[in-house]
């Protein structure tokens, strides 16, 4: 069977397992052609209703899911093709278009991807051409159904983590280049960076790109003035 851009099986409904056309969670409104059944529609339903809730309303028939076709302007199956990816108020946030969320509506989507540990991207984190209205899923089966476990586990409606300097009741560590772990995955998700859990070349880039932005000291190292902005968000 093909598989789509990020390694899932893709082809008809049949062929993925069938799809799950509920309303997303807390709303009044469906992903039309439904997402893949079971932890992955346990995901990004969560991810929609977050959205609903945290950034925009969603709006019935500007959200999409399952579709069985190619990326436009290439040759690879896109993650609608098995089911894995969404499509959130697409008109107001067109493919190519970079800026289409304000500034606090950004930082409420990093919140949703936060909660998500990297299971999630964002189409407005792409390097090349932007996607905003996307959202997919980028890791396998396994991680999906860790995620999956937790979000049932916190119950409907989930609140994501709130960002800031602490974590559970500690403060969070200073991190620079070499640094490893969950902390890392949380600043890579609130600074829009790739999440590894790895604190590689990437990641220092984007920390400066993020103090700049800031107006903060720019020295490639997430200290207290860092999670402080972060804080913010
Ligand atoms: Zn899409």
């Not at 997303?24 to 079971?38: D, E, I, N």
């Not at 028939?61 to 609608?80: D, F, P, Q, T, V």
Request: glycine share 12%.
């Amino acid at each position: 069977m093909p598989t789509s851009q990020n390694g899932w099986s893709a082809g008809t409904v049949a062929q993925i397992g069938g799809l799950n056309t509920s309303y997303v969670p807390g709303t009044k409104v469906k992903l039309p052609q439904g997402v893949r059944k079971g932890d992955v529609a346990t995901v990004l339903h969560y991810v929609a209703g977050q959205f609903h809730k945290t950034v925009e309303p969603l709006h019935a028939g500007w959200c999409w899911g399952y579709a069985y076709r190619k990326i436009e302007g290439s040759s690879s199956l896109s993650n609608h093709a098995s089911g894995t990816a969404i499509d959130l108020n697409a008109p107001k946030h067109p493919m190519g278009a970079r800026g289409t969320f304000s500034t606090a509506k950004v930082a409420a989507i990093r919140r949703i991807l936060a909660y998500c540990e990297g299971v999630v991207r964002w189409g407005g984190d792409y390097s090349g051409r932007k996607d905003e209205m996307h959202f997919e899923i980028v890791k396998n089966a396994a991680a999906v159904a860790k995620l999956a476990k937790k979000i049932k586990a916190a119950g409907s409606p989930v609140t994501p983590a709130p960002a800031g300097t602490m974590c559970k009741g500690k403060l969070r560590p200073v991190l620079r280049r070499g640094s490893t772990g969950e902390h890392v995955r949380f600043l890579q998700a609130m600074i829009g960076a790739k999440v590894d859990g790895d604190f590689g070349p990437a990641t220092e880039a984007r920390v400066r790109w993020y103090q700049k932005l800031r107006r903060i000291g720019v020295d490639g190292i997430a200290g207290p003035q860092v999670w402080r902005e972060i804080n913010k968000m």
